[in-house]
Protein backbone atom coordinates (compact mmCIF):
# COMPACT_ATOMS: atom_id res chain seq x y z
CA UNK A 1 0.00 0.00 0.00
CA UNK A 2 2.97 2.82 0.92
CA UNK A 3 4.34 1.68 -2.68
CA UNK A 4 1.42 2.41 -4.01
CA UNK A 5 0.85 5.36 -2.75
CA UNK A 6 4.33 6.76 -3.71
CA UNK A 7 3.38 5.54 -7.45
CA UNK A 8 0.10 7.79 -7.29
CA UNK A 9 2.46 10.56 -5.85
CA UNK A 10 4.94 10.24 -9.21
CA UNK A 11 2.57 10.40 -11.36
CA UNK A 12 0.85 13.59 -9.76
CA UNK A 13 5.01 14.84 -10.31
CA UNK A 14 4.67 13.78 -14.16
CA UNK A 15 1.55 15.75 -14.45
CA UNK A 16 3.09 18.70 -12.59
CA UNK A 17 6.17 18.87 -15.09
CA UNK A 18 3.85 18.16 -17.93
CA UNK A 19 1.91 21.79 -16.67
CA UNK A 20 5.52 23.39 -15.59
CA UNK A 21 6.76 22.62 -18.89
CA UNK A 22 3.99 24.07 -21.16
CA UNK A 23 3.98 27.45 -19.17
CA UNK A 24 7.72 27.79 -19.57
CA UNK A 25 7.11 27.01 -23.39
CA UNK A 26 4.23 29.97 -23.81
CA UNK A 27 6.05 32.05 -21.74
CA UNK A 28 9.41 31.68 -23.84
CA UNK A 29 7.15 32.25 -26.94
CA UNK A 30 5.63 35.16 -25.86
CA UNK A 31 8.08 36.88 -24.45
CA UNK A 32 11.51 35.58 -25.80
CA UNK A 33 12.39 35.53 -29.57
CA UNK A 34 11.65 32.11 -30.61
CA UNK A 35 11.91 29.91 -33.68
CA UNK A 36 8.65 29.57 -34.93
CA UNK A 37 5.53 30.78 -36.18
CA UNK A 38 2.38 30.57 -33.90
CA UNK A 39 0.97 27.99 -35.72
CA UNK A 40 4.19 25.50 -35.55
CA UNK A 41 4.32 26.57 -31.86
CA UNK A 42 0.64 25.64 -30.32
CA UNK A 43 0.03 22.90 -32.41
CA UNK A 44 3.55 21.21 -32.54
CA UNK A 45 5.20 22.35 -29.40
CA UNK A 46 2.65 23.00 -26.81
CA UNK A 47 -1.18 20.83 -28.05
CA UNK A 48 0.18 18.10 -29.52
CA UNK A 49 3.64 17.14 -27.11
CA UNK A 50 0.96 18.09 -24.11
CA UNK A 51 -1.64 15.40 -25.27
CA UNK A 52 0.76 12.62 -25.66
CA UNK A 53 2.49 13.37 -22.39
CA UNK A 54 -1.27 13.42 -20.61
CA UNK A 55 -2.55 10.64 -22.35
CA UNK A 56 0.59 8.04 -21.54
CA UNK A 57 0.45 9.60 -17.99
CA UNK A 58 -3.52 8.77 -18.02
CA UNK A 59 -2.69 5.31 -19.32
CA UNK A 60 0.31 4.70 -16.40
CA UNK A 61 -2.45 5.97 -13.80
CA UNK A 62 -5.13 3.80 -15.46
CA UNK A 63 -2.76 0.61 -15.60
CA UNK A 64 -1.41 1.53 -11.82
CA UNK A 65 -5.42 1.27 -10.62
CA UNK A 66 -6.67 -1.80 -12.53
CA UNK A 67 -3.30 -3.70 -13.24
CA UNK A 68 -1.72 -2.67 -9.83
CA UNK A 69 1.52 -5.34 -10.59
CA UNK A 70 1.97 -3.86 -13.79
CA UNK A 71 1.91 -0.17 -11.80
CA UNK A 72 5.35 0.11 -11.62
CA UNK A 73 6.63 -0.54 -14.93
CA UNK A 74 3.91 1.90 -16.74
CA UNK A 75 5.14 4.69 -14.12
CA UNK A 76 8.82 4.34 -15.64
CA UNK A 77 7.08 4.39 -19.43
CA UNK A 78 5.23 7.27 -18.99
CA UNK A 79 8.33 9.34 -17.24
CA UNK A 80 10.55 8.18 -20.21
CA UNK A 81 8.10 9.19 -23.21
CA UNK A 82 7.87 12.17 -20.80
CA UNK A 83 11.67 13.13 -21.16
CA UNK A 84 11.98 12.16 -24.43
CA UNK A 85 9.46 14.94 -25.33
CA UNK A 86 11.04 17.33 -22.79
CA UNK A 87 14.54 16.37 -24.76
CA UNK A 88 12.83 16.53 -28.21
CA UNK A 89 11.23 19.78 -27.80
CA UNK A 90 14.49 21.39 -26.02
CA UNK A 91 17.37 19.73 -27.96
CA UNK A 92 19.61 22.86 -28.31
CA UNK A 93 19.81 22.68 -24.03
CA UNK A 94 23.09 20.84 -23.84
CA UNK A 95 22.13 19.71 -20.57
CA UNK A 96 18.54 18.35 -21.14
CA UNK A 97 19.71 15.14 -21.81
CA UNK A 98 19.98 14.71 -17.78
CA UNK A 99 15.90 14.40 -18.02
CA UNK A 100 16.67 10.91 -19.08
CA UNK A 101 17.87 10.48 -15.24
CA UNK A 102 14.88 11.55 -13.55
CA UNK A 103 13.14 8.26 -14.21
CA UNK A 104 16.19 5.77 -13.14
CA UNK A 105 16.77 7.94 -9.93
CA UNK A 106 13.14 7.69 -9.18
CA UNK A 107 13.05 3.34 -9.72
CA UNK A 108 15.90 4.16 -6.46
CA UNK A 109 12.56 4.83 -3.58
CA UNK A 110 11.34 1.54 -4.75
CA UNK A 111 14.17 -0.56 -3.38
CA UNK A 112 14.27 -3.01 -6.14
CA UNK A 113 17.12 -3.88 -8.59
CA UNK A 114 14.88 -5.26 -11.37
CA UNK A 115 13.03 -2.11 -11.96
CA UNK A 116 16.23 0.37 -11.51
CA UNK A 117 18.19 -1.82 -14.37
CA UNK A 118 14.54 -1.82 -16.08
CA UNK A 119 14.32 2.12 -15.69
CA UNK A 120 17.79 2.38 -17.26
CA UNK A 121 17.03 0.32 -20.14
CA UNK A 122 14.01 2.20 -20.93
CA UNK A 123 15.91 5.37 -21.05
CA UNK A 124 18.82 3.91 -22.98
CA UNK A 125 15.90 2.76 -25.71
CA UNK A 126 14.25 6.45 -25.57
CA UNK A 127 17.59 8.03 -26.37
CA UNK A 128 17.94 5.53 -29.33
CA UNK A 129 14.17 6.42 -30.39
CA UNK A 130 15.03 9.87 -30.65
CA UNK A 131 17.92 9.57 -32.31
CA UNK A 132 16.53 7.25 -35.06
CA UNK A 133 13.00 9.40 -35.49
CA UNK A 134 14.26 13.12 -35.13
CA UNK A 135 16.78 14.41 -38.03
CA UNK A 136 16.95 17.44 -35.69
CA UNK A 137 18.25 16.43 -32.41
CA UNK A 138 20.66 13.35 -34.75
CA UNK A 139 22.06 16.22 -36.44
CA UNK A 140 22.60 18.49 -33.62
CA UNK A 141 24.57 15.56 -31.31
CA UNK A 142 28.57 15.19 -31.86
CA UNK A 143 29.88 12.00 -32.48
CA UNK A 144 31.12 12.37 -28.66
CA UNK A 145 27.97 13.06 -27.64
CA UNK A 146 27.10 9.93 -29.44
CA UNK A 147 29.54 8.03 -26.87
CA UNK A 148 29.49 10.14 -24.01
CA UNK A 149 24.88 10.04 -23.65
CA UNK A 150 24.72 6.51 -23.52
CA UNK A 151 27.52 5.76 -21.04
CA UNK A 152 26.26 8.77 -19.27
CA UNK A 153 22.72 6.83 -18.74
CA UNK A 154 24.78 3.78 -18.10
CA UNK A 155 26.76 5.02 -15.44
CA UNK A 156 23.30 7.08 -13.65
CA UNK A 157 21.81 3.68 -13.60
CA UNK A 158 24.76 2.01 -12.08
CA UNK A 159 24.81 5.08 -9.60
CA UNK A 160 21.38 4.61 -9.01
CA UNK A 161 21.70 0.90 -8.17
CA UNK A 162 24.77 1.50 -5.91
CA UNK A 163 22.44 3.97 -3.80
CA UNK A 164 19.35 1.38 -3.53
CA UNK A 165 21.90 -0.95 -2.40
CA UNK A 166 23.08 1.17 0.18
CA UNK A 167 19.42 2.66 1.20
CA UNK A 168 18.80 -1.28 1.64
CA UNK A 169 21.39 -1.88 3.67
CA UNK A 170 20.31 0.89 5.95
CA UNK A 171 17.23 -0.29 5.87
CA UNK A 172 18.37 -3.36 7.03
CA UNK A 173 20.24 -1.41 9.87
CA UNK A 174 17.16 0.37 10.89
CA UNK A 175 14.92 -2.98 10.74
CA UNK A 176 17.80 -4.76 13.04
CA UNK A 177 18.20 -1.73 15.45
CA UNK A 178 14.61 -1.44 16.07
CA UNK A 179 14.20 -5.19 16.28
CA UNK A 180 16.86 -5.07 19.16
CA UNK A 181 14.95 -2.00 20.55
CA UNK A 182 11.56 -3.71 20.88
CA UNK A 183 13.17 -6.79 22.25
CA UNK A 184 14.86 -4.69 24.94
CA UNK A 185 11.10 -2.71 25.73
CA UNK A 186 9.86 -6.79 25.98
CA UNK A 187 12.91 -7.38 28.19
CA UNK A 188 12.41 -4.76 30.78
CA UNK A 189 8.31 -5.44 30.80
CA UNK A 190 9.18 -9.01 31.84
CA UNK A 191 11.46 -7.76 34.02
CA UNK A 192 9.29 -5.27 35.49
CA UNK A 193 6.33 -7.57 35.54
CA UNK A 194 8.93 -10.74 37.34
CA UNK A 195 9.51 -7.91 40.05
CA UNK A 196 6.17 -6.97 41.21
CA UNK A 197 4.65 -10.36 40.70
CA UNK A 198 4.85 -14.01 42.32
CA UNK A 199 5.70 -16.53 39.83
CA UNK A 200 3.80 -19.14 41.14
CA UNK A 201 0.12 -17.24 41.23
CA UNK A 202 0.86 -14.27 38.76
CA UNK A 203 -0.30 -12.39 41.61
CA UNK A 204 1.10 -9.23 43.13
CA UNK A 205 3.99 -10.24 45.03
CA UNK A 206 4.83 -8.55 49.33
CA UNK A 207 6.52 -5.84 47.98
CA UNK A 208 4.11 -4.63 45.43
CA UNK A 209 1.23 -5.42 47.54
CA UNK A 210 2.81 -2.91 50.11
CA UNK A 211 3.31 -0.28 47.34
CA UNK A 212 -0.56 -0.24 46.24
CA UNK A 213 -1.44 -0.28 50.19
CA UNK A 214 0.63 2.87 51.19
CA UNK A 215 -1.07 4.59 48.03
CA UNK A 216 -4.40 3.30 48.70
CA UNK A 217 -4.13 4.69 52.40
CA UNK A 218 -2.77 8.16 50.89
CA UNK A 219 -5.86 8.34 49.04
CA UNK A 220 -8.40 6.80 51.01
CA UNK A 221 -10.49 9.93 51.38
CA UNK A 222 -11.39 10.03 47.88
CA UNK A 223 -11.30 6.37 46.91
CA UNK A 224 -12.53 4.04 50.27
CA UNK A 225 -11.52 0.64 50.12
CA UNK A 226 -11.44 -2.67 52.33
CA UNK A 227 -8.39 -4.92 53.34
CA UNK A 228 -9.11 -8.59 53.24
CA UNK A 229 -6.94 -11.27 54.61
CA UNK A 230 -6.99 -15.17 53.45
CA UNK A 231 -5.32 -17.76 54.42
CA UNK A 232 -5.70 -21.58 53.22
CA UNK A 233 -6.74 -23.94 56.30
CA UNK A 234 -4.41 -26.83 56.76
CA UNK A 235 -2.26 -25.91 54.15
CA UNK A 236 0.73 -27.44 56.62
CA UNK A 237 -0.79 -30.90 56.39
CA UNK A 238 -1.72 -30.89 52.43
CA UNK A 239 2.02 -30.34 52.09
CA UNK A 240 3.26 -32.87 54.71
CA UNK A 241 0.34 -35.40 53.25
CA UNK A 242 1.16 -34.99 49.38
CA UNK A 243 4.29 -33.43 48.79
CA UNK A 244 5.20 -29.78 48.32
CA UNK A 245 4.95 -29.67 44.64
CA UNK A 246 1.28 -30.66 44.95
CA UNK A 247 0.71 -27.19 47.28
CA UNK A 248 2.38 -25.21 44.84
CA UNK A 249 0.04 -26.03 42.83
CA UNK A 250 -2.79 -25.86 45.26
CA UNK A 251 -1.81 -22.31 45.67
CA UNK A 252 -1.60 -21.39 41.84
CA UNK A 253 -5.33 -22.88 41.55
CA UNK A 254 -6.10 -20.27 44.83
CA UNK A 255 -4.28 -17.24 43.22
CA UNK A 256 -6.49 -18.12 40.49
CA UNK A 257 -10.01 -18.19 41.30
CA UNK A 258 -9.07 -15.45 43.74
CA UNK A 259 -8.17 -13.51 40.37
CA UNK A 260 -11.14 -14.52 38.54
CA UNK A 261 -13.49 -13.50 40.83
CA UNK A 262 -11.81 -9.74 41.75
CA UNK A 263 -12.64 -6.45 39.89
CA UNK A 264 -9.84 -5.00 37.35
CA UNK A 265 -9.15 -2.23 39.95
CA UNK A 266 -8.98 -4.45 43.08
CA UNK A 267 -5.78 -5.57 43.88
CA UNK A 268 -4.28 -9.00 44.75
CA UNK A 269 -1.31 -10.40 45.92
CA UNK A 270 0.44 -13.46 47.34
CA UNK A 271 1.63 -11.56 50.87
CA UNK A 272 3.60 -14.97 52.10
CA UNK A 273 3.49 -18.77 51.86
CA UNK A 274 -0.34 -19.63 52.04
CA UNK A 275 -1.33 -16.56 52.51
CA UNK A 276 -2.99 -14.01 50.34
CA UNK A 277 -3.84 -10.23 50.75
CA UNK A 278 -6.55 -8.17 49.02
CA UNK A 279 -7.26 -4.30 48.29
CA UNK A 280 -10.95 -4.13 47.45
CA UNK A 281 -11.57 -0.59 46.13
CA UNK A 282 -15.23 1.46 46.48
CA UNK A 283 -17.15 -1.32 47.67
CA UNK A 284 -19.41 -1.43 50.35
CA UNK A 285 -19.21 -3.62 53.23
CA UNK A 286 -22.03 -5.75 51.68
CA UNK A 287 -20.08 -6.11 48.64
CA UNK A 288 -16.85 -6.34 49.70
CA UNK A 289 -18.08 -9.62 52.22
CA UNK A 290 -19.72 -10.83 49.06
CA UNK A 291 -16.95 -10.98 46.83
CA UNK A 292 -14.84 -12.59 49.78
CA UNK A 293 -17.97 -15.05 50.35
CA UNK A 294 -17.89 -15.95 46.56
CA UNK A 295 -14.79 -17.23 46.81
CA UNK A 296 -14.84 -18.96 49.63
CA UNK A 297 -17.72 -20.71 48.51
CA UNK A 298 -16.39 -21.60 45.39
CA UNK A 299 -12.82 -23.07 47.11
CA UNK A 300 -14.97 -24.97 49.20
CA UNK A 301 -16.37 -26.59 46.69
CA UNK A 302 -13.89 -27.06 44.33
CA UNK A 303 -11.83 -30.34 44.48
CA UNK A 304 -8.94 -31.26 43.95
CA UNK A 305 -7.20 -34.49 41.60
CA UNK A 306 -4.01 -34.05 43.41
CA UNK A 307 -5.41 -34.33 46.61
CA UNK A 308 -8.16 -37.38 45.93
CA UNK A 309 -10.77 -35.89 45.16
CA UNK A 310 -10.90 -33.05 48.56
CA UNK A 311 -11.69 -28.99 48.72
CA UNK A 312 -9.79 -26.87 50.02
CA UNK A 313 -11.09 -24.49 52.71
CA UNK A 314 -10.09 -20.85 53.29
CA UNK A 315 -9.98 -18.42 56.49
CA UNK A 316 -10.99 -15.03 55.33
CA UNK A 317 -10.16 -11.48 57.28
CA UNK A 318 -12.58 -8.57 56.39
CA UNK A 319 -12.11 -4.91 57.26
CA UNK A 320 -12.92 -1.51 55.69
CA UNK A 321 -10.30 1.89 56.40
CA UNK A 322 -11.56 4.55 58.25
CA UNK A 323 -9.91 7.99 58.79
CA UNK A 324 -7.97 7.95 61.73
CA UNK A 325 -6.30 4.22 61.25
CA UNK A 326 -3.05 3.98 60.18
CA UNK A 327 -2.27 1.41 57.88
CA UNK A 328 -0.65 -0.57 60.49
CA UNK A 329 -3.27 -0.47 62.45
CA UNK A 330 -5.94 -1.40 59.59
CA UNK A 331 -3.50 -4.50 59.21
CA UNK A 332 -3.52 -5.61 61.97
CA UNK A 333 -7.41 -5.28 62.56
CA UNK A 334 -7.68 -7.08 59.48
CA UNK A 335 -4.95 -10.21 60.81
CA UNK A 336 -7.15 -10.12 64.30
CA UNK A 337 -10.34 -10.78 62.15
CA UNK A 338 -8.53 -13.54 59.85
CA UNK A 339 -7.58 -15.26 63.05
CA UNK A 340 -10.73 -15.08 64.41
CA UNK A 341 -12.51 -16.84 61.38
CA UNK A 342 -9.30 -19.78 61.93
CA UNK A 343 -10.03 -19.91 66.35
CA UNK A 344 -13.66 -19.99 64.92
CA UNK A 345 -13.91 -23.26 62.86
CA UNK A 346 -12.16 -22.44 60.02
CA UNK A 347 -13.60 -21.51 56.64
CA UNK A 348 -15.50 -18.10 57.32
CA UNK A 349 -14.82 -15.03 56.90
CA UNK A 350 -14.68 -12.20 59.49
CA UNK A 351 -15.63 -8.61 59.15
CA UNK A 352 -16.12 -5.98 61.75
CA UNK A 353 -19.59 -5.78 62.78
Not at 95 to 116: C, D, E, K, M, Y
Not at 142 to 169: C, H, K, W, Y
Amino acid sequence: MKLSRWVQKLLLSYWIIIAVHGIAQLFCFLFLPYPATALQFYVHILILPTIIMSGVTLLAQFVHRKYNVFGFYSLFFAGTIIAVMIIRLNYDIRIITAAFLLPIFTSVIFFRRGLTFFSGALQLGGFGVLYVIDAKFRGYLSVFDLVAIPLFLVAGTLIANIIRMSGQELLRDLQATLTAKQDLIVENALMVKLSKTDALTNLYNHISFHEYYNKAVEYAAAVPFHLALIDIDNFKSINDSFGHRTGDIILARVGQLIKENMATNDVAARYGGEEFALLLFEKSPEEALQTLEKIRIQLSQLHHRELNGKAVTVSIGLKGYAAPLTKEQLFEGTDAYLYAAKNGGKNRTVISS
